[in-house]
T-cell receptor
Framework: AQSVTQPDIHITVSEGASLELRCNYS??????LFWYVQSPGQGLQLLLK??????LVQGIKGFEAEFKRSQSSFNLRKPSVHWSDAAEYFC????????FGKGTRLHILP | KAGVTQTPRYLIKTRGQQVTLSCSPI?????VSWYQQTPGQGLQFLFE???????NKGNFPGRFSGRQFSNSRSEMNVSTLELGDSALYLC????????????FGPGTRLTVL
């Protein structure tokens, strides 16, 4: 069965520090992978996606993600976070149908 | 280009009533998907419509239904509302059928009393 796991419910980092949000999936083949961000009271905005090809994907707002087939992971990274990055981040996997992770809420310390 | 719009933005209903939510996709997009977001269950896929046909559906009871019109606008209906249907309902549109890049609307906040 298809599934996606975001192990961290909350993450707190200091402004300017690096960030990595984890996403693991279970699927019999390589699915389509997405990261979305949701600010309070807003809909979701696509940060980046992986369909095929280069396993390091660049997205908007300085985010990147790396697809690792051997680890069934698609972790999101940013070298230096800004206070405006505080939001909830969702990993999504589309194999048979799209499934979203439970989300990771990112808090930024000044 | 205008984004995805959803109406109404907020809705309060009582148990047993029914509700219809509307979604207007980005111009040129032919796929519309609906999601339910709750604190407990997170984001869950309801169904996808492409060219007026339901392509895929999630694990929701038959009280949840939808349709898509020839102009790609979509409506979602929930009949016999239950307290547990209180949620943020998100609509997303994409050029092609899923999997494809989706653009989300701001959502309709439904409260069932």
């Amino acid at each position: 069965a298809q599934s996606v796991t975001q192990p961290d419910i909350h993450i707190t980092v200091s402004e300017g520090a690096s960030l990595e949000l984890r996403c693991n999936y279970s699927y019999g083949a390589t699915p389509y992978l997405f990261w979305y961000v949701q600010s309070p009271g807003q809909g979701l905005q696509l940060l980046l996606k992986y369909f095929s090809g280069d396993t390091l994907v660049q997205g908007i707002k300085g985010f990147e993600a790396e697809f690792k087939r051997s680890q069934s992971s698609f972790n999101l990274r940013k070298p230096s976070v800004h206070w405006s990055d505080a939001a909830e981040y969702f990993c999504a996997v589309d194999g048979d149908k799209i499934i979203f992770g439970k989300g990771t809420r990112l808090h930024i310390l000044p | 280009k205008a984004g995805v719009t959803q109406t109404p933005r907020y809705l309060i209903k009582t148990r047993g009533q029914q509700v219809t939510l509307s979604c207007s996709p980005i111009s040129g997009h032919r796929s519309v998907s609906w999601y339910q977001q709750t604190p407990g269950q997170g984001l869950q896929f309801l169904f996808e419509y492409f060219s007026e046909t339901q392509r895929n559906k999630g694990n929701f009871p038959g009280r949840f239904s939808g349709r898509q019109f020839s102009n790609s606008r979509s409506e979602m209906n929930v009949s016999t509302l239950e307290l547990g249907d209180s949620a943020l309902y998100l609509c997303a549109s994409s050029l092609a059928s899923l999997p494809d890049t989706q653009y989300f609307g701001p959502g309709t906040r439904l409260t069932v009393l």
